[in-house]
T-cell receptor, first 112, second 114 residues
């Protein structure tokens, strides 16, 4: 089955700096890669997703890049703000697998 | 639209007991997935239901089961509870295939097994 590895497990950045979280996946058939943000005590929420037919997607300060050859994808957050502090989960799936496999999460702390 | 709701929010049980958790999806959503969340393990997929049928099941023992009703509400049951079952159980609903579309999560049920 699919295996998703996520790094780093914790990340601290100064407010205004950029943050990058990286994930690798094992199933070359995977074609959907969402990112979820979970604030302390709250439910996970989708912040951005990308499908395998594109290499990059942006939404304001958030971007995701996908390298299908290397089987890795990354989340980029620019101009970080304290409200970006949360746990971020990447996930991957293929049409045949019919289930999302999540990474183990990255605790991002934005220091004021 | 009301979001995904889960009941109860907190549960304390002892080893050997069984428990039933409930999830009400967003109106119109036919897919409900269940996840177990534990510290350091991320979200582990339990199963997905769509139109009252289990479409996929994760790598969990048979003590974990579920069902979905005609109104798309879903229940999850865990029998013969073990200490390791202590976790946050999240359900998520989506309009169509959960594994290819945005999932909307509920607040979770925090289960503690003593």
């Amino acid at each position: 089955g699919e295996n998703v590895e996520q790094h780093p497990s914790t990340l601290s950045v100064q407010e205004g700096d950029s943050a990058v979280i990286k994930c690798t996946y094992s199933d070359s058939a995977s074609n959907y890669f969402p990112w979820y943000k979970q604030e302390l005590g709250k439910r996970p929420q989708l912040i951005i997703d990308i499908r395998s037919n594109v290499g990059e997607k942006k939404d304001q300060r958030i971007a995701v890049t996908l390298n299908k050859t290397a089987k890795h994808f990354s989340l980029h957050i620019t101009e970080t703000q304290p409200e970006d502090s949360a746990v971020y989960f990447c996930a991957a799936t293929s049409g045949s697998a019919r289930q999302l496999t999540f990474g183990s999460g990255t605790q991002l702390t934005v220091l004021p | 639209k009301a979001g995904v709701t889960q009941t109860p929010r907190y549960l304390i049980k002892t080893r050997g007991q069984q428990v039933t958790l409930s999830c009400s999806p967003i109106s119109g959503h036919r897919s409900v997935s269940w996840y177990q969340q534990t510290p350091g393990q991320g979200l582990q997929f339990l199963f997905e239901y769509f139109s009252e049928t289990q479409r996929n099941k994760g790598n969990f023992p048979g003590r974990f089961s579920g069902r979905q009703f005609s109104n798309s509400r879903s229940e999850m049951n865990v029998s013969t509870l073990e200490l390791g079952d202590s976790a946050l159980y999240l359900c998520a609903s989506s309009l169509r295939d959960s594994h290819q579309n945005e999932q909307f999560f509920g607040p979770g049920t925090r289960l503690t097994v003593l």
